[in-house]
């Protein structure tokens, strides 16, 4: 366990990449809690936005933001290949997700030419922040990507609200009755994977130019990442009921996740232990909740007994 001033010390950096990766948990969130749908899509998308925002800033010269648009176009077009195999040719959603996942590996290796790009010469849209600015780089971080998300979550908030947007929150809800009223529910999933990998390909962007490498292997147990901080979210703010909130709180627990890791890593645990960390965190909170129910329903049972 390390004193507690290199705890303070490290929650800026934690905070500020729980923010850049609650713009993934945001990509998470349409596929899992809207379309019910684990994208295993999200594992290689999150490392292409990162490959491609390399390539392009390092080798082609290119600027720090023309590279994130690009990382999200190439994160909404791997979506959108995910979608085409599970609604066109019928593969199961998570099959379809793994086989993008894997052909995304060897894309990866071949958009950069190696496992990994360096950008410590390069400019970055956090080294021209903090020249400008003259803070640190964890704050700049911190404040861009709290701005991106809130504008996100901003447009996230309209497009649902729009006759498109219900019809692909109905869709998850009831794919058989919005089908019955003549919607065509494949390419509402179509569209939702290919925008959640958008974001997703955002996100790995953004993480890649604030540590400033890219890494084919970066985005590896992303979706649990994901999945984590939604359902600290859920656990956090399960008493809101406005699409909106919910998602500011699915980036606050990302926020909370990253937080926590820190202490994890200060409590002096290895930190090669945060995947199992993760998937434990995400068990537990999806079990527990379904234990209480049946705990609950058989005492009411009990209590009450049989019905005629």
């Keep these: 366990m390390g004193n507690i001033g290199a705890l303070f010390q490290a929650l800026p950096g934690a905070v500020s990449q729980g923010v850049l990766w609650g713009i ?15 994208d295993l899509t999200v594992d290689g998308s ?31 077009i791997a979506g959108a290949v995910t979608g085409i195999l599970h609604t066109l040719c019928d593969i199961p959603a998570i099959l379809a997700g793994i086989l993008t996942q894997i052909a995304l590996w060897s894309i990866n290796l071949r958009v950069m030419g190696k496992s990994n790009t360096p950008l410590l010469k390069v400019d970055t849209i956090f080294s021209k922040l903090v020249a400008v600015s003259g803070m640190p780089q964890s704050t700049v971080a911190m404040v861009t990507g709290i701005v991106i998300a809130v504008l996100l979550i901003l447009f996230l908030y309209w497009l649902f609200g729009t006759e498109l947007g219900c019809t692909l929150r109905a869709t998850g ?76 709180a699915a980036v606050v627990g990302s926020v909370v996740y990253f937080v926590i890791r820190a202490i994890v890593l200060w409590l002096g645990m290895d930190a090669n232990d945060m995947k199992l960390i993760s998937a434990i965190i995400v068990a537990l909170a999806l079990c527990i909740p379904v234990f209480i129910n049946k705990w609950r329903n058989y005492h009411s049972y009990s209590e009450e007994g049989p019905t005629c």
Excluded: H
Excluded at 53 to 70: D, N, S
Excluded at 192 to 216: E, M, P, R
């Design 24 to 38: 993934m948990v945001l990509g998470v969130y349409i596929t899992f809690k809207i379309l019910d749908i684990a």
């Design 46 to 76: 999150f490392a292409l936005g990162g490959c491609v925002c390399a390539l392009l800033v390092v080798e082609k010269g290119r600027g720090p933001v023309e590279a994130l648009l690009m990382a999200t176009l190439a994160g909404f």
């Design 173 to 248: 809800n009831n794919e058989d009755m919005i089908r019955a009223l003549g919607r065509n529910t494949k390419t509402a999933k179509l569209i939702a994977l290919a925008i959640s990998n958008a974001l997703v390909g955002l996100s790995g962007a953004l993480v890649c130019q604030s540590q400033k490498y890219a890494d084919i292997g970066m985005g590896t147990g992303a979706i649990v990442i994901g999945l984590a901080a939604i359902v600290i979210g859920d656990v956090l703010f399960g008493w809101v009921r406005s699409f909106g909130s919910k998602l500011m």
